[in-house]
């Protein structure tokens, strides 16, 4: 029974480790797609315009969000497989060196020395136990969720549709500014939700957690635009867009 919770545990960690692509992905989407909103809305009171406007930039934006995570979590992946690769390849050409160091690893986490030589012993007569236990404590190179490039695109890209995909919900019922109204509302309670769905995983204060996440993603968002007043400023010619 313990062994099972262990197990539950395990898929539990597992399941929430691409929570970065979530939270990236939605918030992305709903705060790219609110300023696009909003300067496609003071340009025509169409709402077929906006919303063609609105989808197209949705799915650009989601292919190429999901194709920046899947380039980025590859070409880290490489990395990290190179990194386990030469580890492996010290620890079987300096396998007393690697004991040594295995031995080091053990005593900075507490681990006193008697002790930590009779694991570094019995580890050493299991080779890939030894190694991924090197691997692990003396480079840091644990299993990382790095090896799911794909997985993570997908995560990335299908987030960045649900964030853009709520803002334009009320352009199907409404029209004009009262539509960017509610679009911009359902916005704000998005992320708000967001920050509270990511305070119940991390067993944070609910509400503490919301306003942090609302503040910091529409924080952002103004201090974007409030960059692009001052070039304006500067460059009466150049016209500030909206999104």
Known sequence: ???????????????????????????????STVGLLAGVQSATENNAVVLLTGMTSMFAGAISMAAGSYLSSSAEKEIFDKEIKE????????????????????????????????IVKLLAQEEKVFLRTFQEKVFGLG??????????????????VVGALIPLLPYLVLDGMMALYFSIA??????????????????????????????????????????????????????????
Do not use: C, H, W
């Not at 396998?95 to 930590?116: D, H, I, N, V, W």
């Open 1 to 31: 029974m313990a062994l099972g919770l262990i197990e539950q545990k395990k898929e539990v960690i597992e399941s929430r480790a691409r929570i970065r692509e979530f939270v990236f992905g939605i918030q992305d989407g709903l705060i």
């Open 87 to 118: 580890a492996e390849d010290l620890a079987e050409k300096e396998p007393y060196l690697a004991a040594e160091g295995l031995l080091k690893a053990l005593s900075r986490e507490g681990l006193k020395k008697e002790q930590g030589y009779r």
């Open 143 to 160: 299993a990382a969720e790095i090896n799911r490039p794909l997985q993570a695109s997908l995560v990335m890209g299908a987030s960045f």
């Open 186 to 243: 359902l916005a704000a309670v998005t992320l708000f939700s967001v920050g509270v769905f990511k305070g119940y995983l991390a067993a944070r204060a609910l509400l503490l957690s919301g306003l942090e996440f609302f503040f910091i993603a529409v924080g952002a968002a103004l201090l974007g635009y409030l960059i692009g007043l001052v070039v304006q400023y500067f460059f009466p010619g150049i016209a500030v867009p909206m999104g």
